[in-house]
């Protein structure tokens, strides 16, 4: 079995043999203050089958508040680089105006904490304005890995699209061939970055830290193979789109109330 096979087949074993392992360690230092579980837990968890879990995520659009504590979590649970251009996931508002052009633009946080939009439009031109989380979709029929000339980004079996970057060499195919702007080469390890579900976390029964935070639930992280979870209802029940459809990448980010302006 060739190492990328073993990847593949073994997810729990894949987070003890490659660069996934380091970048966990780090991670589980970065959240000490927003999980104290993640602190003390061995990355690995016996037992757990990467073949009876399939992990998509939901976002509620309409319950959305645009706070960024989502972001804010994620950078600080997976050590991601606090200049503007790199996010593992980000928040877009959209602003609806009268004459129904669209302004769209990311939520940024200030020092203080306090948000902030690049893009100033006077509140009497606004006719509405929502927001919109945003993250890798971890394509059921993904792009980027078809483009990887190295094997060094794959799905797991249970549904997450992962960088190894023990092999990416940083070519950044795969942030070219992302149709959703998902990914970006990180300047301190030089590979390619992107959300992962927080997998380190997820295999561990822990929700991704984006989801835990969300003081809205607006969204929504479980297994599709479950009946019983919180994203089957939540697919069940909404009317549900996901981005860009028509490129047949097969998105596990599931929208509901998804805005037509949305792009
Ligand atoms: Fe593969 Fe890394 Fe190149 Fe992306 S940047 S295509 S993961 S080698
Ligand atoms: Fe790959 Fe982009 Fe799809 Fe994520 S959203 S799996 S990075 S193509």
Redesign the pocket.
């Given at each position: 079995m060739d190492k990328r096979e073993f990847l593949k087949k073994g997810a729990i074993l894949f987070i003890s043999a490659s660069g996934v392992v380091r970048h966990l360690e780090r991670s589980t230092t970065a959240s000490a203050s927003t999980t104290s579980a993640s602190t003390t837990q061995k990355p690995a968890v016996p037992g757990y089958d990467p073949a009876s879990h399939y992990y998509g995520m939901g976002i509620d659009v309409d319950r959305c508040i645009g706070c960024g504590r989502c972001v804010e979590a994620c950078t600080v649970e997976n050590d991601v680089p606090r200049e503007p251009s790199y996010a593992r996931t980000w928040v877009e508002r959209y602003v609806i105006k009268n004459d129904k052009s669209v302004v769209v633009d990311r939520i940024e946080t200030g020092e203080g904490g306090e948000r902030k939009f690049k893009e100033v439009v006077d509140e009497a031109d606004i006719l509405r304005t929502f927001f919109i989380p945003k993250l890798c979709n971890h394509c059921a029929n993904p792009p980027?890995v078809q483009?990887?000339?190295?094997?060094?980004?794959f799905s797991t079996e249970d549904g997450a699209v992962i960088?190894?970057e023990e092999?990416?060499?940083?070519?950044?195919?795969?942030?070219q061939?992302c149709p959703y702007g998902a990914?970006f080469?990180n300047p301190r390890t030089k590979?390619?970055d992107k959300c992962t579900f927080c997998y380190h976390r997820v295999v561990k029964g822990m929700q991704p830290a984006c989801v835990e935070v969300c003081p809205t639930q607006a969204r929504i992280f479980g297994d599709l193979r479950s009946k019983a979870s919180r994203l089957v209802r939540f697919q069940r029940v909404n009317k549900i789109h996901v981005l860009k459809p028509h490129l047949n990448t097969e998105p596990k980010v599931y929208y509901a109330d998804l805005d037509g302006e949305v792009r």
């Open positions: 980027c483009v990887c000339p190295v094997g060094a980004t960088v190894d092999r990416c060499i940083g070519c950044r195919y795969c942030i061939a990914r080469l590979t390619a």
